[in-house]
């Protein structure tokens, strides 16, 4: 007895289980979203960080300073722009041989070959670190060493398709990486990666979280290597097929990385593919989308390469959706032309209705001038006239009413026909355009529901104008600068660039072809290069003006 009551109650508690877990999730992702949507003022922030420390380094001049500046811009560029991190590495190697500190030497040397093989850029990775001599060296730099080349040996093993390239570089992996646990100090983040990893490979999942429990101590929380700490959380509780703790963790890494202003969103793009699973397509679409944008700005070749068949696995779901939509659209469109159909037929049916009674009136009208003559002898008659002259008077005002709802439903059915044509005619030559070209996500985007095409194109500026002066709040004085003294442009009160300043600002982000300008800004072609003509005869140096406005904001 006992146990069929057990049975009950745990039936029973189930489905509010499911549902408590859906509602955290829910605020959890809502929590994302609101993040996300801040992610501008995140990404300023680290913007105007990296801006102190290169302000700093310009009026630093001592070489054991100038290298840790230096360093400290790489680390602030290492999750931001990979090109940027790589080009204060250089600096700080070539600072570390003028300093003549080998251990420094050989750790950004080996910091570098990092950020080749993390972004896929394999042979450079083992290029670099084929002049790299570890001996005589501190433990932090040979530990460092050693796990760079664990790592390049193990990408190339892990995305090779031959077989014995995979066993060779492989054993590699395995020997470096044991060298590593050797020299690197233990509190060190990658030994502690490497050890969790490990754990979790050989499917020693209580090791595996005694070592996160140990990392997650070790670092800050909000901090950048806290976000990597909770992901590996993450891939915890996911190994242990425990649904509500690994969405947990693993947003926590997301909202981690997009407060950092992160580029390199290793965490979003797992979000991303977890959602696409549970059939949450909207939102996958949203986060891949936006971590698409941030491994754009990050430089990564090997990011990219993940996003890509995530995207067209949303792509396929959109697809099949639109299908689903269009044939509940053409089922709309028959039951409505049958409707019109029959609605035709109904008032050819009142019209003649109408006609005959017209007829009738006439009629009945012509016996009762006769009949009145007869009134004294027939009033028997004239009594039931009256009353068919009551009757007919009766249907005449039904046939009032049903001709005003006529004259009503036929305007509405009009309005609504008129209305969907232009909308199916519309969507028809948009999809089609779309489809053709495989713009699907452009096609998302536009059959979501909109405002009127101006205020979208007003918001949508004031979203540019916004984020762009975010990111060069000193464009307008530096573009100024390049302009003559009457040409030179004041910036207007509300804060929105006018339409010149907005074509430069696209010509400053890298679009610089006068179609594409055009497209964006709704302008003609010719419109867009009279725009650019015009500044440039304005224009202190005409020849150089676009290069120098591309160079505008970099130090």
Excluded at 293 to 314: E, T
Excluded at 434 to 442: G, I, L, P, S
Excluded at 481 to 490: D, S
């Amino acid at each position: 007895m006992n146990k069929i009551l057990l049975t009950i109650l745990l039936a029973l508690a189930m489905p509010l289980c499911s549902q408590a877990h859906s509602s955290d999730l829910n605020t959890l992702l809502e929590q994302l979203d609101e993040t996300i949507e801040h992610s501008n003022l995140y990404v300023a922030k680290r913007t105007h960080q990296i801006t102190l420390l290169q302000h700093k380094l310009k009026l630093t001049r001592d070489l054991a300073k100038r290298y840790e500046v230096n360093f400290e811009l790489f680390k602030a560029y290492k999750p931001f722009i990979n090109d940027s991190a790589i080009s204060y590495l250089n600096r700080c190697i070539q600072l570390a041989k003028q300093l003549k500190e080998p251990s420094k030497e050989v750790l950004c040397k080996s910091l570098l070959a990092l950020r080749c093989s993390n972004t896929g850029m394999y042979n450079e990775s083992l290029y670099i670190l084929k002049d790299v001599n570890p001996a005589g060296t501190d433990n932090r730099a040979k530990g460092t060493y050693y796990f760079a080349l664990a790592h390049v040996y193990g990408e190339i093993t892990y995305y090779t398709h031959i077989q014995e390239v995979k066993e060779q570089y492989g054993h590699k992996a395995s020997q470096y990486q044991q060298l590593m646990y050797q020299v690197m100090p233990h509190d060190d983040n990658d030994y502690m990666q490497s050890r969790e990893l490990d754990a979790l490979n050989a499917h020693q999942y209580k090791t595996s979280m005694q070592i996160n429990d140990k990392w997650l101590k070790l670092v800050k929380k909000g901090s950048y290597p806290y976000a990597l700490v909770t992901l590996y959380r993450y891939l915890e509780y996911k190994a242990q097929n425990d649904t509500t703790n690994m969405m947990r963790w693993l947003v926590e890494s997301v909202i981690t990385d997009v407060r950092n202003g992160v580029m390199d969103q290793g965490s979003m793009w797992e979000m991303a593919n977890q959602l696409l699973v549970q059939g949450d397509v909207d939102r996958a679409y949203k986060y891949i989308s936006f971590t698409s944008d941030c491994a754009s700005k990050f430089g990564s070749r090997q990011r990219l390469s993940q996003i890509s068949p995530l995207l067209a696995s949303i792509a396929d779901k959109y697809k099949a959706e639109r299908e689903t939509y269009y044939q509940h659209l053409r089922f709309a469109i028959s039951v409505i032309s049958i409707m019109a159909l029959l609605l035709l037929i109904f008032l050819f049916y009142v019209n003649r209705q109408r006609t005959n009674l017209s007829e009738a009136r006439d009629n009945l009208a012509k016996s009762y001038s006769r009949l009145s003559v007869l009134n004294k002898k027939m009033s028997s008659v004239n009594d039931q006239l009256q009353d068919s002259n009551a009757a007919l008077s009766g249907l005449n005002q039904q046939l009032k009413d049903a001709n005003r709802v006529k004259e009503e439903y036929v305007g509405r059915f009009m309005r609504l026909c008129s209305v969907y044509i232009d909308k199916l005619d519309q969507l028809r030559k948009i999809v089609n355009k779309r489809v053709k070209n495989r713009q699907y996500a452009e096609l998302y985007d536009m059959t979501r529901p909109q405002e009127f095409k101006e205020a979208e194109l007003t918001e949508l500026y004031a979203y540019f104008d916004s984020a762009f002066l975010h990111l060069f709040p000193n464009f307008l004085e530096e573009f100024n600068a390049l302009l003559k003294p009457e040409e030179k442009i004041e910036m207007p009160e509300n804060g929105q660039l006018n339409t010149s300043i907005r074509i430069f600002a696209l010509i400053r982000l890298g679009i610089d072809d006068s179609s594409k300008i055009a497209e964006f800004l709704h302008y003609s072609v010719n419109t867009i290069y009279n725009y650019r003509a015009r500044m440039k005869n304005g224009a202190l140096n005409r020849d150089e003006f676009e290069q120098r406005v591309k160079k505008i904001g970099l130090q």
